[in-house]
């Protein structure tokens, strides 16, 4: 095979992208992203032996948060920009060992090519594959994704100057534990643990970045129509990128409209003072292949979920920042002061239509933890009483497959007594449905994007709390969780470290998963995968 990587969710036959990614990259930037995590491990290598005080280590910090996070999918398809975070991660390495001599190192933290075709060489050496003990492999690479959705979370705080000494000590210490050859089994399934508990830290984290500095979600009613000015569409998950485009686009007659996991900025207070910013424009991310061409105007990627478009004439309006990359589109770089200059989407917005319209009405979210609440009162009334028999979990992510069809089915399927707390892009396969409320308790209460799973988890808690049970598993609350990518990883980890048992995760279990380790998960955690909508209605309203 010229590569393999099974990361997400629609990796071919369950198992394994082979020759391209079903994501849309290529062999070489397969090849070019695993080297750029190997490279990445040998900082941690170098850093964790030597131990090297991360406090004062904050460019390299940034830089590894960065490459773990290119990695993800659909987020950097640029292979040129891949090799030169390489070379930067190298030259971050050696100047690291130059404080601790005498290293006993492993390949990872020593190799060193420069040139484009000798890295492709060493790339096909060391990827996924090369860790020949499957569950071993499949152990590791559940710790990489792991951190590799800390790693955007916390990149997202940074950007809001909030850190965390600790999550960037755990991420060095767990990435050169993965090229430890003494680590058994049960050492690894223990730090899979470990990175449970460290996602839960950068989603609090980010978590205080947001409501810090943009305050706290309100309910909020969000137009999907359009206007008749023209616009900028804003993708991926990055808040403080939209701050700065709204602040650009003011007075300039453009209009700027939210797209998939960017929908929950509506919701904070900061932002409904720019009477520019429209609404949302679209669907889950996987739409915008027919959906950017009806928008007309420019698209600004924040992170991923980048789609390469299949047609020609749609590249040159696309605009990457950040961990974001696209052949052929235009990236914007910060200046010193992280100051980003979005003049080139303005004009290029000026000269398109407005976009053209393709649903209308309105989406109503805004309930995190903080807003939850306040409603707290009537929640537990309503709990009671007995107008509420139970709480459905149904964050995480959306995607192509025709098996996601399951989860409108399940939503529409549900009892009328039964409340639905969603966060991430999953919920466009029900936040449009009419299912109605509970004594004025909407039947969907989206929290935000993904990240916000964790307000999904204190609310979790709170009602713990509040009904004085000693089990999170206890309280009327299931878990039915749609995954596609390491993000979605991550916050499954810090569910399972914070006790959440039996979730049903799909719409298929992860191909990283050897046998034995699925055996863990289910004997375990009890995770178990969807069946149909009927089956598992049934099943949960028990």
């Known amino acids: 095979m010229s590569m393999f990587c099974f990361q997400c969710q629609e990796t071919a036959r369950g198992t394994g992208c082979e020759t391209r990614g079903v994501c849309g990259k290529t062999e070489e930037v397969a090849k070019i992203q695993d080297l750029l995590i190997y490279t990445t491990k040998g900082v941690g290598e170098v850093i964790v032996k030597g131990n090297i005080d991360v406090s004062s280590l904050s460019h390299e910090n940034h830089e590894t948060l960065t490459s773990l996070f ?38 990872a933290a020593t190799y060193d090519f ?72 049960d050492d690894l399934v223990a730090l899979v643990l470990r990175t449970g508990e460290h996602g839960v830290m950068s989603l609090a984290l980010l978590d205080e970045a947001n409501t810090s500095k943009y305050g706290h ?50 919701y904070y207070p900061a932002f409904k003072k720019y009477d520019h910013f429209a609404g949302n424009y679209g669907n889950a991310w996987w739409k915008q292949v027919t959906e950017f061409f009806t928008f007309n105007g420019p698209i600004l990627f924040t ?45 290029m917005a000026k000269e398109s239509n407005p976009p053209t319209e393709i649903e209308t009405g309105t989406i ?13 009162d009537k ?34 399927k549900l009892p009328k007594d039964t409340v639905i707390l ?12 009419d299912l109605g409320d509970i004594g004025g308790i909407p039947r969907v209460l989206d929290a935000g994007q993904c990240n916000d799973s964790y307000s999904l988890a204190v609310i979790a808690l709170k009602l713990k709390e509040i009904f004085g049970v ?17 993000k979605a990883v991550i916050v499954l980890l810090s569910l399972l470290y914070l006790g959440v048992k039996n979730i049903h995760l799909g719409p298929t279990l992860p191909g990283f998963l050897s046998p034995n380790v699925a055996k863990i998960l289910v004997e375990t955690f009890g995770i178990a995968p969807i069946k149909t909508a009927d089956e598992d209605v049934e099943f949960f309203m028990k």
Not at 133 to 143: F, P, V, Y
Not at 246 to 263: A, R
Not at 366 to 376: C, D, I, P
């Open 364 to 376: 109503t979210g805004g309930f995190a933890h903080h807003q939850v609440f306040e409603l707290a």
């Open 70 to 107: 290119m990695t993800i999918t659909n987020a950097n398809f640029d292979d040129v920009v891949l090799i030169d975070q390489i070379k930067k991660m190298i030259a971050i390495r050696e100047n690291l060992k130059k404080q601790v001599p005498n290293l006993e190192l492993t390949d």
């Open 470 to 486: 000693e089990d999170i598993n206890e309280l009327p609350i299931e878990f039915n969780i749609a995954w596609y990518e390491q």
């Open 422 to 433: 969603t966060a991430g892009c999953a919920k466009y396969r029900y936040n449009k449905l």
């Open 379 to 412: 929640v537990v009334d309503a709990v009671k009483s007995g107008a509420i028999k139970k709480f459905f979990v149904m964050a995480g992510c959306d995607g192509r497959m025709n098996a996601r069809n399951y989860y409108t089915e399940f939503a529409e």
């Open 303 to 347: 992170t991923n979920c980048i789609v390469p478009p299949r047609k020609e004439g749609i590249t040159h309006k696309i605009f990457t920042t950040g961990a974001a990359g696209l052949p052929g589109a235009n990236h914007i770089d910060p200046d010193k002061d992280g100051k980003k200059d979005f003049s080139a989407l303005i004009k």
């Open 114 to 185: 420069t040139t484009r075709e000798k890295m492709l060489e060493k790339a096909a050496t060391i990827g996924v594959l090369s860790t020949e003990n499957e569950d071993i492999r499949s152990l590791r690479e559940m710790i990489v994704y792991g951190l590799k959705g800390i790693s955007a979370y916390t990149h997202h705080a940074l950007n809001i100057q909030k850190e965390n000494p600790e999550i960037y000590r755990f991420i060095y210490e767990a990435l050169e534990a993965t090229q430890n050859p003494n680590l058994t089994a």
């Open 217 to 266: 979600p309100e309910i909020t009613t969000v137009d999907i129509g359009v206007r008749d000015n023209p616009g900028i569409l804003i993708s991926g998950h990055d808040y403080t990128d939209l701050e700065q485009l709204l602040e650009q686009t003011k007075g300039t007659g453009v209009d700027v409209y939210t797209h998939s996991e960017m929908l929950p900025a509506h």
